[in-house]
């Protein structure tokens, strides 16, 4: 019974490790996203490099993943809500790999975009 009354004070203590909560609404660049009314600018996804198919591509890519998505923001870092609780790598870290990914394997992952 001890540890059915931890449950709120759990949820509680989460909810205010984190600076609001949301839903992408959205994608505004690779390094911007709309959470509700307020822009985020991501720390640590750097575009530089990319050219414009790749860009394209990546937009293409992550627009309709993360767009409607219910999100925790902390500072410039965003997490996927997973009904109350999140994964420890951010959208951000998830965005980056893509964006390495891309560089690293085109044009053999992705259609090329003239």
Do not use: H
């Amino acid at each position: 019974m001890n540890l059915l009354a931890l449950i709120p004070v759990l949820i509680l203590v989460q909810a205010s490790y984190f600076d609001m909560q949301g839903t992408i609404k959205e994608v505004v660049t690779p390094t911007d996203i709309l959470v509700d009314n307020k822009t985020i600018k991501l720390a640590d996804v750097d575009i530089s490099g990319l050219t414009n198919g790749q860009y394209i591509y990546l937009m293409n890519d992550i627009k309709p993943w993360l767009t409607g998505k219910d999100v925790f923001v902390k500072g410039s870092y965003v997490y996927f809500d997973l009904q109350g609780s999140y994964n420890s790598v951010s959208i951000n870290e998830m965005i980056q790999k893509e964006i390495e990914n891309i560089k690293e394997n085109w044009p053999y992952c992705c259609y090329r975009i003239r």
